[in-house]
């Protein structure tokens, strides 16, 4: 019997007050997932998000929290977790590692120590950090989904130079070991998704979307797509899905 339903889940998604994350909240929550959302700053974006989600399901009654949280410090992260574990009940079944951190710096030369540090914690340290809070409970009732946002950079690509190619876990490794449990582990490398906190609109980025094949930025709405294929999709792990307009 397949189990890709994930009405009544719940589904932790970083850096969800707008982008790609926000969107994620909007697919899985019309889905019937209840969700746990972090943000870092954007008390007003976040609030705004759970007023949308909550007056598009008034008969399902969707457990939705939210959560401060700089994913770059493990105590912010272990406090959220004991946040979830008494608003929900629960830990997580579905874990979608969004947020992320980088400027735009072509050259490694040109980024410091401190910066760099920070960019690990944010990017590869926290995914460790989630998975650790999540995996036990997976494991326990033998269903889980986990997806991380990656880029286009931890191909070698994009416009971001050397940022990205740091902040992957072993997705192989790690679904391997979790195939028994029926927890999948895949991630999303999209490249310019506009309307997110790193690019704008196509408007305002017309020269960088000219050199995409199909000549326009990705949405968060696309990318989104993506990620709910995933959480609904147990039989595919171990994989690293490309959203690029046809950059490679």
């Not at 974006?45 to 959560?67: E, G």
């Not at 949405?219 to 989104?224: D, H, I, L, Y």
Request: net charge negative.
């Amino acid at each position: 019997m397949l189990h890709n339903n994930i009405r009544g889940r719940l589904a932790l998604i970083t850096g969800a007050s707008g982008g790609i994350g926000a969107a994620c909240a909007h697919q899985l929550g019309q889905l019937g997932a209840n969700l746990a959302l972090t943000y870092s700053t954007n008390l007003s974006s976040i609030n705004d998000l759970v007023a949308d989600l909550q007056s598009k399901d008034a008969t399902n009654k969707l457990r939705i929290s939210i959560h401060p949280v700089d994913v770059g410090s493990p105590d912010q992260i272990e406090a959220m977790f004991q946040q979830i574990d008494a608003q929900h009940g629960q830990r997580p079944d579905i874990l979608i590692s969004n947020a992320g951190y980088g400027e735009r710096v072509p050259n490694v030369w040109d980024i410091s120590l401190e910066e760099f540090d920070y960019m690990l914690h944010v990017n590869l340290r926290a995914s460790f950090l989630l998975v650790k809070g999540v995996v036990d409970h997976m494991k326990s009732q033998r269903w889980g989904r986990i997806v991380f946002m990656s880029s286009i950079a931890a191909y070698g690509g994009g416009i971001n130079g050397c940022r990205e190619r740091t902040e992957r876990l072993d997705e192989k490794n790690l679904s391997a070991r979790l195939a028994e449990y029926n927890v999948s582990v895949n991630d999303v490398a999209p490249a310019m998704i506009g309307d997110t906190g790193m690019v704008p609109s196509t408007k305002e980025m017309a020269d960088v979307a000219g050199n995409i094949p199909l000549r326009r930025l990705g949405s968060p709405e696309e990318t989104a797509n993506v990620v709910t294929m995933l959480v609904q999709t147990g039989y595919m792990t171990g994989q690293s899905l490309l959203l690029a307009g046809g950059l490679k």
